[in-house]
């Protein structure tokens, strides 16, 4: 039986993943705990589902799991009950989702991905799944460019009609947006205790069995954090108000200097840049869609664009990072260059003009 009444729903979130994609950044913190627009990924995504009227969650965790206790508690904070669930060997997407089974309260579970930054209308996908009588429902975005993705196409009444693999040419712009409506049932049916994949496993065996899926399609704000060019845009959106966020009610603007910092005069702060907590940015900085994490350093003079420095890390006089990730703690001498994906893994000290694209020192 599927409700409408958000009370009535259990959200599950999945964070057990490795996010691999984003490393070295997860190599300290797991990705949806990641500071993003100057919180944990994952409080914007709570705050979401808390505001939409859902009560209780279950946060499904592996990979260091310990870190989400510790900062979320109880959840009461949030509005939330939440409990936690773990994996002590990370089961996929799938098993995730199987393995929370014990932790469900009702007989409507709302699963999230917890690194999608999204606008959907939680309650009308929720009404979308009672109306049609699903068994499951997927939330499915339209998006520019679909090639990127596998898409999902639906008949006329909404009824998912094939799960496709990427393609360069796809049949529909409706992709997988990370976000399920289950009854409860379904879940029961899924095999326990072995690894196993949502999208590539539990929907298309679905599909193939006659079970009622459903995609409800809207075309709401959406973006998948898990590549460090992603989780960059993601986080300008956010600082931007072009992303929607409960938590950040009320900001909107070019850049967000959080408490503690420090940003000399003469620097330039636009593009939805974030300076993290007792960050120090100095004379003529420039930064354009910067993620700057607590305690980081910019010295006089550098240009960062589109890129993230961690925890503690050092950029000195003149550099310049476009496109990049410096890990935490790292130091990056004067005039060094890093563009196009470079990634510094924590604590590597570059010397002065150690890395250039260019002669021209
Ligand atoms: P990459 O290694 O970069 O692909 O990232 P990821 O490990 O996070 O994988 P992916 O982006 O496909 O995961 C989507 C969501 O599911 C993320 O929020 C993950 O934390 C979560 N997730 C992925 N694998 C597991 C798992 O085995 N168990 C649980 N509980 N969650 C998972």
């Given at each position: 039986?599927?409700?409408?009444d958000?009370k009535?729903?259990?959200?599950?979130?999945?964070?057990?993943?490795?996010?691999?994609r984003l490393?070295?950044?997860?190599?300290?913190k797991?990705k949806?705990m990641?500071?993003t627009?100057g919180l944990?990924?994952?409080?914007?995504?709570?705050?979401?589902?808390?505001?939409?009227?859902?009560?209780?969650?279950?946060l499904?965790?592996?990979f260091?799991?310990?870190?989400?206790?510790v900062?979320?508690?109880?959840?009461?904070?949030?509005?939330?009950?939440i409990?936690?669930v773990?994996?002590?060997?990370?089961?996929?997407?799938?098993?995730?989702?199987?393995n929370?089974?014990?932790a469900?309260?009702?007989?409507t579970?709302?699963?999230?991905?917890?690194?999608?930054?999204?606008?959907?209308?939680e309650?009308e996908?929720?009404?979308?799944?009672?109306?049609?009588?699903?068994?499951?429902?997927l939330?499915l975005?339209?998006v520019?460019?679909?090639?990127?993705?596998g898409s999902v196409?639906?008949?006329?009444?909404?009824?998912?009609?094939?799960?496709?693999?990427?393609t360069?040419?796809?049949?529909?712009d409706?992709i997988?947006?990370?976000?399920?409506v289950f009854?409860?049932a379904?879940?029961?049916?899924?095999?326990?205790g072995?690894?196993?994949?949502?999208?590539?496993?539990?929907?298309?065996?679905?599909l193939?069995?006659?079970?009622?899926?459903?995609g409800?399609?809207?075309?709401?704000?959406?973006?998948?954090?898990?590549?460090?060019?992603?989780?960059?845009?993601?986080?300008?959106?956010?600082?931007?108000g072009?992303?929607?966020?409960?938590?950040?009610?009320?900001?909107?603007?070019?850049?967000?200097?959080?408490?503690?910092?420090?940003?000399?005069?003469?620097a330039?702060?636009?593009?939805g840049?974030v300076?993290?907590?007792?960050?120090?940015i100095?004379?003529?900085?420039?930064l354009?869609?910067?993620?700057?994490?607590?305690?980081a350093?910019?010295?006089?003079?550098?240009?960062?664009?589109?890129?993230?420095?961690g925890?503690?890390?050092?950029?000195?006089?003149?550099?310049?990072?476009?496109?990049?990730i410096?890990g935490?703690?790292?130091?990056?001498?004067?005039?060094?260059?890093?563009l196009?994906?470079?990634?510094?893994?924590?604590g590597?000290?570059l010397?002065?003009?150690g890395?250039?694209?260019?002669?021209?020192?």
């Amino acid at each position: 039986m599927s409700t409408l009444d958000p009370k009535q729903v259990d959200a599950v979130v999945l964070v057990g993943g490795k996010g691999t994609r984003l490393r070295p950044l997860t190599l300290s913190k797991p990705k949806p705990m990641l500071p993003t627009a100057g919180l944990p990924f994952l409080t914007h995504l709570l705050s979401r589902i808390a505001a939409a009227g859902i009560e209780h969650v279950v946060l499904g965790t592996s990979f260091q799991a310990e870190v989400f206790e510790v900062e979320f508690g109880d959840g009461a904070k949030l509005g939330l009950q939440i409990d936690y669930v773990f994996e002590p060997e990370p089961l996929g997407t799938g098993g995730g989702i199987a393995n929370v089974l014990p932790a469900l309260r009702h007989d409507t579970v709302a699963v999230f991905n917890g690194d999608v930054l999204s606008g959907v209308d939680e309650l009308e996908l929720l009404r979308f799944h009672a109306e049609k009588n699903a068994d499951v429902t997927l939330h499915l975005v339209r998006v520019a460019d679909p090639r990127a993705f596998g898409s999902v196409p639906t008949d006329a009444d909404g009824r998912v009609t094939a799960f496709l693999e990427k393609t360069q040419d796809p049949p529909t712009d409706q992709i997988n947006a990370g976000c399920y409506v289950f009854n409860r049932a379904v879940i029961e049916a899924l095999p326990r205790g072995r690894e196993l994949s949502v999208e590539r496993e539990v929907f298309p065996r679905l599909l193939a069995d006659g079970v009622p899926i459903f995609g409800y399609v809207d075309a709401s704000y959406w973006r998948d954090m898990g590549t460090p060019e992603d989780f960059v845009r993601g986080s300008a959106d956010l600082v931007r108000g072009i992303a929607p966020s409960p938590a950040l009610a009320g900001h909107r603007g070019e850049s967000l200097v959080h408490d503690g910092a420090s940003v000399a005069p003469g620097a330039l702060l636009y593009g939805g840049t974030v300076v993290g907590r007792g960050a120090e940015i100095g004379p003529g900085v420039r930064l354009d869609g910067a993620v700057i994490f607590d305690g980081a350093k910019v010295e006089a003079g550098s240009v960062i664009e589109r890129s993230i420095v961690g925890y503690g890390a050092k950029i000195g006089p003149r550099a310049l990072i476009r496109d990049g990730i410096v890990g935490d703690g790292a130091d990056i001498g004067a005039r060094c260059e890093l563009l196009r994906g470079a990634r510094v893994w924590p604590g590597v000290v570059l010397p002065d003009c150690g890395i250039r694209y260019s002669s021209d020192v």
